[in-house]
């Protein structure tokens, strides 16, 4: 199993190999250890809908989540044992009540995918968050926004939470019938979808709407090589580093290819 922690911390930088990666995990984990208990927040499994054969949607009451301000792209962690943590982003965070929601995609095997497929109403899940992770600022009018079964969640927190914001989707699948009916779930209807690696194509039609301003940007979210080749391509097309933002939520550790370079 390929560890993706790293990915949840430095999203711009080229990531540290080897022993240097060993030790900056070894330290992670000694300090989840001994500092998390203090940040993490007991809460409860109270709903969890399997949308599709790859998506579960839960929703999780606790109540820390009644005191904590959640700003729309922020993202929540999962303890799944003692060194392992998952990010998830909510879909909502319903202050009044202590309930949060999010969408995860069950892409194989992995801690994270189980649990999200295994949790039963009144099971317990150890938070942390919310944390920091896509920010946008309040002054945007419009943004472009691409991503994958992944980032549905994200996309539907900023559309439903920023009226002001004009928002269009784009987005990449493993399996178009099994994303759609979600994205209508999610009133994500309007987005154009691809298949895989259908990168020159996502390019030049994000690039083709897009008006540069101080009041737009371009997300991309989602997939590690997935954003690397779509970045490049706009260049390519013209549009500047500052009109995009990147997130990026996984990615295939060892593809010599997929490094993001600031
Ligand atoms: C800030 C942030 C917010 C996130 N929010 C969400 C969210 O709301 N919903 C959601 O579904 N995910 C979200 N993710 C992504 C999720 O945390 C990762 O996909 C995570 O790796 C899943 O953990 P796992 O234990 O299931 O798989 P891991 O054990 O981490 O990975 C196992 C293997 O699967 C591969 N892999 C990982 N993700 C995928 C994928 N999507 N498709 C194909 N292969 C994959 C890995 O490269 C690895 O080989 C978020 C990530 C970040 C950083």
Redesign the pocket.
């Known amino acids: ?5 790293f ?2 911390k430095k ?1 711009l930088s080229i990531h540290k190999e080897g022993k240097g990666k060993n030790i900056m995990s070894k330290v992670k984990n000694v300090l989840l250890k001994v500092l998390g208990p203090l940040f993490l927040s007991e809460s409860k499994v109270v709903s969890n809908e399997r949308l599709s054969p790859h ?1 579960q949607f839960l929703t999780i009451k606790g109540k820390s989540f009644k005191k904590s301000e959640w700003i729309p792209g922020q ?1 929540i962690q999962v303890r ?1 044992s003692d060194d ?1 943590m ?6 909502s965070w319903d202050r009044q009540n202590g309930v949060v929601q ?15 497929r295994d949790a039963k109403p009144g099971s317990k899940a150890t938070i942390l968050g919310p ?1 920091g ?2 920010v946008l600022s309040e002054e945007l009018k419009e943004v472009v926004f691409f991503g ?7 996309a539907y927190a900023i559309k439903e939470n920023f009226k002001q914001l004009s928002v269009r989707c784009f987005f990449e699948n ?1 399996d178009l019938r099994e994303s759609k009916p979600v994205l209508e779930r999610f009133n994500l209807q309007d987005s154009t979808l691809y298949t895989l690696s259908q990168y020159d194509i996502i390019a030049s039609d994000i690039a083709r709407g897009y008006q540069s301003s101080t009041t737009s940007k371009i997300v991309l979210s ?2 590690q090589q997935s954003i690397v080749a779509i970045r490049q391509k706009l260049y390519t097309l013209g549009i500047l580093p500052e009109d995009i933002i990147v ?7 060892d593809d010599p290819n997929g490094k993001l370079k600031k």
């Open positions: 199993m390929q560890n993706l922690f990915l949840q999203t998506f993202k799944l392992i998952r990010s998830y982003t909510p879909s999010t969408l995860v995609y069950m892409h194989g095997k992995g801690p994270g995918a189980l649990w999200a944390r992770s896509l994958d079964e992944t980032t549905f969640g994200l493993t989602g997939k997130k990026v939520y996984w990615g295939w550790k």
